[in-house]
């Protein structure tokens, strides 16, 4: 039976495209939860649209993986379905608020007196009945470490479907308790998130919470923020706990109301599901996982798409595109979350600022410092440090150039006072210029929203500009702003000061590093946090009414937009100056169009002498190069990163096509005197790959790994000789 207007509409949709054989079919926003049955018929539709509809969890992961396994998922259900009601609880707040207490009050556990702190995350079930239907919801519920560290690490397995229980202490005060930066952490994570504020220590002669319930329901909408309670975990001599019961009324009331409660999947998919929940391993080989599914009736084909949904829904982790990641299922995401927990704990590592060998490393996971934690086999501890390196909480770092690395950075503890700025004047250095541009991130609302862990992902990220790249020993990084150089495109100072992100960038051509910097910093943004936006700046420039040119900002989507319709002038918004807009946009290099006026291949014919060189220098890229690029002449660096900046730009033209393959290659004969023998009928190519960031070939970038990124491929004369217009180079 269909349920509302919505289902109708979907039905009758689905009917028309069925008659029609229509090659696409549009079902968004119509408020689905589920798929009508009858979508299953249209097995050759190539093309469906499923937009706005608060579709259940595993549906809703099926279609990120797009249409084609969207329908292999439907077939799986259509042979046998199961309704679960089951959804996910988690609890988070500062350490030591009582969130370990609380979880075992929701769970009736026996009261304990003093509980150790909590590592990384907990997950136990709770098993709630809903008041009015009477059915038994059972929930995951994911106990967070309070510690600041373990924030980064806690938002990889924040989701929407979810109901959150924001916990803190009346006795500290909400401020003390960052009630509201903890719901602000959700929302940029999950925006649809539903939250339960819970205060705790609520027994007889203890504090009352003062918090002000209007002002966090305006702030974040009272469809987020859904209620406010005030508990004590501890039990009174009748056994009760105060104001538990109607917490557990609360969650099991919104638990109900998620998307997923109530949901069917494919009753094989359960089956495994369940194995792997129950199994006593943290962790299996990919291949025995593999071997479950099969002897459970899926084959090979849909037991990667359960795999791939399975990690999008948090259920396990594994990342079947990684070579080194791929040949081991995580089962247990709280196990790697310990894991995690134990390097950003340990005492050495941040009297180090976050340095680390991995030989600690594996000490610290095979005998834990701590009470009562089992350690990890030592066959998975490279495993982790990949793992914390794809999170982008570490790299690895080059100590000595002439030796293999074994040596990691944390970002996060990375100092806090910072460092001298080794050759940045109050003024450019002669013959550079300088650019300065300001990302500002901004939440729906237009109000500028500060992110603690963006600098340390940009470390991590933009490490391949490290001034200790080739020694570690160079690097200028502290907990807000870090120093880059990009060789000849110049040296950049990033400053995190409150809500900006402040990017100068000082060479004799400075927007070509500029762009690569503002455009890493867009992306992580808009990838990283959902509902916040990068609003690029510029500062303003003399003449200021103030006489304090550089300190007031102006929006660069304004100026353009000014600019567009024919005005050359724009008002300051603080001293009321008019100020002109290209001069103010000298500071934001706009992305060049694909047609330029003089192309790349113009220029390398112009140059073709000193890129010789330079193209030499890369092949054999070592500590060398810094000092080479410093002694190039300003015309030639200048060169140099127009012909960057045109090699960006024709890589950004690539389409789609080549989004998940290699789009930067070379290669050469095994053979090089193949073409002497008049009959040869097939011979042997050698392709590298290159990396589209550093622009060298792979085994430049692991010299202690020479075939890394090196191929061999059989080609025949008939296909050489059809590709050969386009090898010309």
């Not at 006593?280 to 084959?299: F, M, N, R, S, W």
């Not at 929203?449 to 992902?457: A, I, S, T």
């Not at 150089?485 to 590093?513: H, S």
């Not at 330029?596 to 113009?602: K, N, P, R, T, V």
Request: one cysteine or more.
């Amino acid at each position: 039976m269909l349920e509302n207007e919505g289902d109708r509409k979907a039905q009758q949709r689905i009917e028309e495209a069925r008659q029609e054989g229509a090659i696409k079919l549009d079902l968004s926003g119509l408020k689905l939860r589920e798929l009508p049955e009858a979508i299953a018929s249209l097995t050759q539709l190539p093309t469906l649209y499923l937009n706005n509809n608060p579709l259940n969890s595993d549906l809703a992961a099926a279609y990120q993986q797009g249409t084609k396994a969207l329908f292999q998922y439907l077939r799986a259900k259509a042979e046998a379905k199961i309704t679960l009601n089951e959804a996910k609880l988690i609890l988070i707040g500062e350490g030591e608020v009582g969130k370990s207490c609380l979880l075992g009050a929701l769970r009736e556990d026996e009261w304990l007196e003093s509980r150790p702190t909590t590592h990384g995350i907990e997950i136990k079930p709770v098993i709630l009945t809903h008041p009015e239907t009477g059915t038994e919801i059972s929930l995951n519920a994911w106990d967070f470490g309070g510690q600041p560290v373990y924030r980064p690490t806690h938002q990889l397995f924040f989701s929407a479907p979810a109901v959150y229980l924001v916990v803190w202490k009346p006795r500290e005060g909400p401020q003390q308790g960052f009630v509201k930066e903890w719901i602000t952490l959700i929302k940029h994570r999950e925006p649809q998130a539903k939250v339960l504020v819970v205060a705790t220590h609520g027994g007889p002669g203890q504090r009352q919470p003062d918090i002000d319930r209007q002002e966090i329901r305006d702030r974040f909408g009272s469809d987020t923020v859904l209620g406010f309670f005030h508990v004590n975990s501890k039990p009174d001599a009748q056994s009760s706990c105060n104001g538990v019961a109607e917490l557990k009324i609360a969650i099991a009331n919104v638990a109900a109301s998620l998307p997923e409660m109530g949901r069917s999947v494919p009753a094989k998919w359960q089956r495994v599901r369940e194995i792997l929940q129950t199994n006593d391993k943290a962790y299996l080989p990919y291949d025995e996982v593999i071997a479950i599914c099969t002897q459970h009736g899926i084959d090979n084909e849909q037991a990667e798409l359960f795999l791939r949904i399975s990690h999008t829904l948090g259920h396990i982790i594994h990342y079947h595109y990684d070579p080194i990641l791929r040949d081991i299922v995580i089962l247990k995401p709280d196990w790697l979350a310990k894991a995690i927990s134990f390097a950003l704990d340990d005492e050495l590592t941040r009297r180090r600022n976050g340095l680390v060998d991995f030989d600690h490393l594996s000490e610290l996971w095979s005998n834990p410092p701590f009470p009562g934690e089992a350690g990890y086999p030592k066959k998975l501890h490279p495993i982790f440090l990949k793992l914390m390196e794809r999170f982008d909480l570490s790299y690895r770092v080059v100590l000595d150039p002439t030796q293999p690395s074994n040596t990691s950075l944390i970002a996060q503890l990375v100092p806090d006072i910072r460092p001298e700025l080794t050759d940045w004047g109050q003024q450019p250095e002669a013959g550079d210029r300088q650019q300065v541009q300001i990302c500002r991130i901004v939440d729906d609302r237009g109000q500028a929203v500060r992110k603690e862990d963006l600098l340390y992902k940009l470390i991590v990220r933009l490490h391949k500009y490290s001034l200790g790249r080739c020694n570690y020993e160079k690097s200028i990084h502290w907990q807000r702003g870090l120093m880059l150089d990009d060789d000849y495109n110049g040296r950049a100072l990033l400053e995190y000061i409150d809500t900006d992100v402040k990017i100068t960038v000082r060479a004799a051509y400075p927007g070509t590093f500029l762009s690569s910097l503002m455009a890493e910093i867009k992306w992580l943004v808009k990838n990283e946090w959902k509902g916040l936006h990068p609003n690029m700046m510029v500062p303003c420039i003399a003449p200021c009414g103030k006489n304090l040119p550089g300190n007031w900002l102006f929006e660069v989507e304004k100026l353009i937009e000014s600019k567009k319709d024919n005005h050359h002038n724009y008002p300051c918004p603080i001293c009321g100056k008019w100020q002109n807009i290209d001069s103010l946009l000298n500071n934001a290099p706009i992305a060049p169009p694909p047609s330029q006026e003089i192309g790349i291949q113009q220029l390398l014919n112009i140059f073709k002498d000193e890129l010789k060189i330079i193209r030499e220098d890369l092949v054999t890229f070592d500590s060398r190069n810094e000092q080479r690029y410093q002694s190039l002449s300003q015309e030639q660096r200048i060169i140099l990163s127009k012909v960057d900046e045109e090699f960006a730009s024709l890589m950004q033209m690539l389409t789609d096509e080549a989004k998940d393959g290699p789009r930067l290659f070379s290669f050469k004969p095994v053979d090089p005197k193949f073409f002497d023998r008049p009959k040869w009928m097939s011979t042997k190519l050698q392709i590298t790959l290159w990396c589209e960031h550093s622009r060298l070939p792979l085994p430049a970038l692991n010299p202690h790994e020479k075939q890394k990124g090196v191929y061999e491929l059989e080609v025949s004369r008939e296909w050489f000789t059809a590709v050969a217009p386009y090898l010309k180079i």
